[in-house]
């Protein structure tokens, strides 16, 4: 097989075969609605966070399914929680709820 | 005669684990009641809130007039059981005293009077005999209405008992034979030396001709000590803790000590004030919705028991119905929030990003917050108002909002909120503004409970609209619909503003009065305070408070909180409108009307 230089690049690759979906797996037990994510994208256009900065609440839902945990902490220490997200979120997840618990479970692993 | 002396142990034993578990409990709280709270409740004696906390005591703690208010046979229950009660205790002892004309004999002797003294042959004796036996029989119809509540609770105007735990069943089954038993002695002595009156006379004949009564004498005193014994034991472990605790909480509430954001002993005293009479089950709109561990009842239960409470805490829409219907009054929405705060670990947020905000000189504030960007609809309106009103308003918030603090808060952030409460009273501050308007009434909650603003007015846009209208400055005119006014829960309940927001639509529309309104008024479901609540749940509520106004086909809803027009507006029955929305149109009706007749007298003129 040829080798392709895109996948020399190791940092954008996604390994379906060691996938961290442990976080995700646990937050959908906590909060199940948080499956039926579309990534719409409505949720980060009606933000209040991400009215003043890149706070995006989409990319966060599509990196955690990624399984990329690291970063994430820093990035939800933006949200202000009013919950205009699970007002506008048209697959009713419970948005206030999922980002609740990412931060609950990281704290707790961080402790632990 | 005295036969068997020994058949007070029970009782005495119960009585004085009983006292000094009290006595230690309320020297406990008192000691870790903060400062100022200590120097409130010392000056409190000295003022005439005591008469008020008195009268208080006797009304809720003895004739619940509270209960009598919500179901008269369920008043009726409590009020036998606990006025009758201490009745029987106080004539008890008036007997005594007539009898031995002294005050000298031991406690215990006025709870087993008929025991140790079966002539009793004072003046008045027969009087005294017959008012003990008449309230013993108040008192029995107050335990077989317990008892058929606990198998027929409609009759009594209510759809739901609460569930019971080991200590509480103990409690109630000794509660509930304390009464028979000390029948069952009475007529037994009754049947030896008629020393009773007529229901235990009566009874007493009728025992001597059916049973050996010198069989069981002694025995039926043994059993009265037992149960007063066991259930003065398993009191404090019990609901029963209800009745010494609320008359301590009476006399904090009156000496004017406020529920904190941080648990304390008053959030304890109010805790152990819960007689878990399970009307708050009734109240509570989530039951109908399948939601059956959440109410202040079992919350209030789980953290007694140290059980997990996570659940049942951040389940709750935190609406405040449950606390209106509260016998006892006590503050469950603070308790709920102290408790959240409590039992959060703090997850860190930083708020840095906001600083870029601008500021403003301005004499009026208007501050939309989240949910009025939610719903542009509102501000729109707003703008429309302020304009004709002519008045020169900073619109704080129009392109960057930060959040006011209070959905941070009611997830038990306190610090966090606390960032954000910040940032918005630099902005106001620093404004140098005289008045703030606020079209969220979460956000008017918040500023008015949590913000410090001094030399800042901060009034909530209906309030305002019904000023405006007073004075004259907004049209009076009858757009031709027929509306219902839904209370905000943080508005209504929350700040117990129900009056100006139906002025401002009385001026504009025919409004139809209802049941479930102001203090009773229905939650729209989407409240902040839900965290972990399932969503069916939520629409369950939105949907049944929806049915329930469309019963009345109205033309149109009319609210004063975006988060409940942005909820309400997903089932499409009824048009809802804000109550800015409907002062805009009002507007624009006014102006259309202005423009036509200037027109016409033109026409004329020419």
Redesign the interface.
């Known amino acids: 097989m040829a080798t392709f230089d895109f996948l020399e690049i190791r940092h954008l690759h996604i390994d379906y075969d060691n996938l961290d979906q442990e976080l995700l797996n646990e937050v959908i037990r906590?909060?199940p609605?948080f499956q039926w994510c579309i990534s719409c994208g409505c949720c980060t256009a009606?933000c209040?966070?991400g009215?003043?900065?890149t706070f995006n609440i989409r990319r966060i839902s599509l990196i955690l399914r990624r399984g990329e945990v690291e970063g994430l902490e820093e990035e939800l220490?933006?949200?202000?929680?009013?919950?205009?997200c699970t007002?506008?979120c048209p697959r009713?997840?419970?948005l206030?709820?999922v980002v609740?618990n990412i931060?609950?479970i990281i704290?707790k692993k961080k402790t632990a | 005669m005295i036969r068997d002396p020994n058949f007070q142990y029970p009782f005495l034993i119960g009585t004085i684990f009983l006292f000094a578990y009290l006595t230690i409990r309320v020297i406990l709280w008192y000691i870790k009641l903060s400062k100022y709270d200590k120097l409130r409740f010392i000056h409190f004696w000295k003022t005439k809130s005591v008469w008020a906390a008195i009268r208080d005591s006797v009304a809720d703690g003895l004739l619940h007039l509270s209960i009598f208010k919500k179901n008269p046979l369920l008043g009726y229950m409590h009020m036998s059981l606990a006025f009758g009660w201490f009745l029987l205790i106080v004539m008890g002892h008036l007997e005594v005293i007539a009898d031995r004309h002294s005050l000298n004999f031991p406690f215990y002797y006025a709870v087993f009077y008929r025991y140790y003294q079966p002539h009793p042959d004072f003046a008045g004796a027969k009087v005294f005999g017959a008012v003990m036996d008449f309230l013993l029989l108040i008192i029995l119809s107050g335990v077989a209405l317990a008892i058929i509540k606990r198998i027929r609770k409609q009759i009594f105007g209510m759809k739901r008992t609460t569930r019971l735990k080991t200590f509480d069943k103990i409690a109630l089954s000794s509660l509930w034979l304390i009464f028979p038993l000390r029948l069952l002695a009475e007529s037994l002595s009754a049947a030896y030396y008629h020393n009773g009156s007529f229901m235990s006379n009566t009874l007493g004949e009728w025992f001597i001709q059916n049973v050996r009564v010198s069989a069981i004498y002694d025995l039926s005193w043994w059993l009265y000590s037992c149960s007063l014994g066991f259930f003065f034991i398993a009191l404090p472990f019990s609901r029963y803790m209800h009745i010494p605790t609320e008359i301590v909480f009476i006399f904090l509430r009156h000496a004017g000590i406020m529920p904190k954001k941080y648990w304390n002993s008053y959030a304890q005293i109010q805790m152990y004030s819960c007689s878990r009479c399970g009307i708050c089950l009734d109240a509570c709109q989530l039951y109908e919705a399948g939601v059956s561990n959440v109410q202040s009842v079992y919350f209030l239960q789980f953290i007694r028991n140290n059980e997990n409470v996570d659940k049942s805490l951040f389940g709750c829409i935190i609406c405040g119905r449950c606390q209106e219907a509260c016998p006892v009054h006590i503050n469950l929405n603070d308790l709920r929030t102290a408790l959240r705060i409590k039992a959060s670990k703090p997850l860190t947020f930083s708020y840095e990003y906001t600083q870029k905000a601008l500021q403003q000189k301005a004499g009026i504030i208007y501050f939309a917050g989240c949910m009025t960007h939610l719903t542009p609809q509102i501000k729109f309106s707003m703008r429309r108002i302020f304009d004709f009103l002519g008045e020169d308003v900073w619109f704080m918030d129009e392109d960057k909002s930060i959040c006011c603090g209070a959905p941070l808060m009611l997830a038990g952030q306190y610090d966090s909120a606390s960032q954000l409460i910040q940032k918005n009273t630099e902005l106001i501050m620093a404004s140098g503004a005289k008045t703030l308007i606020l079209s969220c009434p979460i956000c008017y909650k918040a500023f008015r409970e949590d913000y410090v603003l001094p030399g800042i007015s901060i009034k909530f846009h209906a309030v305002y609209l019904n000023e405006m209208i007073r004075q004259g400055r907004l049209p009076k005119i009858n757009l031709g619909f027929k509306t219902i006014y839904h209370d905000p829960c943080a508005l209504g309940r929350g700040s117990k503003i129900y009056d100006q927001p139906r002025y401002v639509i009385d001026s504009y529309s025919q409004r139809i009065r209802l049941k479930k309104e102001k203090a009773e008024a229905l939650c729209c479901g989407a409240g902040l305070g839900a965290i972990n609540l399932p969503i069916e749940a939520k629409n369950k509520v939105t949907f049944e408070a929806m049915s329930y106004f469309a019963r009345f086909k109205p033309n149109a809803l009319i609210t004063a909180c975006p988060l409940c027009k942005k909820t309400f507006a997903r089932d499409r029955r009824i048009p809802v409108l804000d109550i800015a929305e409907l002062t805009a149109r009002a507007i624009d009706e006014y102006v259309n009307e202005q423009k036509k007749t200037v027109r016409e007298t033109r026409l004329i003129e020419s």
């Open positions: 906590e909060e609605s009606t209040s966070a009215n003043h900065t220490k933006k949200c202000m929680l009013c919950g205009k007002l506008v009713d997840i419970q206030r709820n609740m931060k609950k704290l």
